[in-house]
Structures are given as structure tokens and as C-alpha cells.
């Protein structure tokens, strides 16, 4: 019997600093990738990207649909790793078998999931990227409302309803001057 042995890269610690000091390329690589192939990101990534920033959550991994997401992951985490001059990322599968993980190997941190779609995800573009919409979060989050296997999201998914329902109420067009005197009653 063949075994084979997996060899795992020791990063040195001036290889650790680059990582710190270049962390902020990460972005970039996959913004240009999901504006080049087509890719909607969605997540907390995409609530921010549409929010003002008040509304903003804290979040460390980017949240992707893509139609071939072990592909993407394994191409953009070559990208990554030439970028940063070394072996500082790792694909590997996540819990579902139609999304996979592109995870640091300096912090043991997801960076990026790739997930293929279960249905045709409406989406915006903004700055050449296409972001999932609030429409998209609206129908997920109804859905999982109502999925007791998705329990462990019910605060998340409601905080996020109740950020883009604060969002859509600041959204609205005031009313014009002509349209409020319409509304004024001067018969008292």
C-alpha cells in the first residue's frame, strides 16, 4: 500500500510578518477575481458594502457564490499564495460539499468561502462587483426563520433583518414640499 505524506510548510517568523504587513492584498485578489469571473459576494461583506457604514457589522472572511467554487477557491488561493511569496494559504472543503474554504495558514482563519447558489441570487453592482441585495437577504432570512435546523442563526439573521429594515426606512424619498401641503387638511 502507497502512503503518501503531506509535508506542511513551517512559515518563519519574518515569513509571519510579511503576511501582517500584506494582509490587506487579500481583498484586492478577490475583489478583481469576482469582478473578472462574474462572482456575487454576499454576507456580511455585501450588508456593509450596501449600508452606510453605521450600520456596518465587523466580519474577517469574505462570503462568495460561485457556480464552481472548489475551482475558484483552489485558483485564488494560488493567486493569494503567489502574492504573498510562499505556501500562506490553504483550500480546503467546508461542512456543506458545495462550499470550500480558502484559510490562512499563518492564522488558521477563514479568508474567503466559495458556495455554489441554491437559486438565482439577485444582486447589484457596485464598483464592478456585484453584491447580493437586500431583496436576496430578505427571502434567506424568511427562510431560515422558519428552519428549525437554521436556529443557531436566529439572532444573526434577525439583527440583519432589522439593519436592512433601518436601511430601506432611511432609503425612502422624502416628500417634497408641494406633496406634504396636499396632505395638510385647511378645511378646520
Known amino acids: 500500500m502507497e502512503r503518501i505524506f503531506l509535508i506542511k510548510m513551517t512559515l518563519t517568523l519574518g515569513q509571519k ?5 500584506n494582509k490587506g492584498k487579500i481583498k484586492r485578489i478577490i475583489l478583481d477575481n469576482a469582478e473578472n469571473k462574474g462572482h456575487i459576494v454576499h454576507g456580511a461583506r455585501a450588508l456593509n458594502k450596501i449600508f452606510p457604514p ?15 467554487p ?7 488561493e494560488k493567486k493569494l499564495d503567489k ?3 510562499g505556501d500562506f494559504f490553504r483550500t480546503q472543503q467546508g461542512r456543506s460539499p458545495t462550499t470550500h474554504k480558502i484559510k490562512s495558514n499563518v492564522t488558521g482563519k477563514t479568508v474567503a468561502d466559495y458556495t455554489i447558489p441554491d437559486r438565482k441570487i439577485p444582486f447589484d453592482k457596485i464598483d464592478g462587483v456585484n453584491y447580493a ?15 428549525p435546523k437554521k436556529e443557531f442563526r436566529r439572532d444573526k439573521d434577525l439583527d440583519q433583518l432589522n439593519r436592512i429594515k433601518i436601511f430601506e426606512k432611511l432609503k425612502k424619498k ?9 396632505e395638510i387638511d385647511i378645511n378646520f
Open 70 to 76: 472548489k475551482e475558484t477557491a483552489i485558483k485564488v
Open 17 to 21: 510578518e510579511n503576511f501582517y504587513r
Open 54 to 68: 453605521f450600520l456596518d457589522t465587523q466580519t474577517d472572511d469574505w462570503d462568495l457564490f460561485s457556480s464552481t
Open 83 to 85: 502574492k504573498f511569496g
Open 133 to 147: 441585495n437586500t431583496e436576496h437577504f430578505k427571502r434567506r432570512i424568511k427562510d431560515n426563520l422558519v428552519d
Open 174 to 182: 422624502p416628500k417634497t414640499f408641494t406633496e406634504m401641503l396636499g
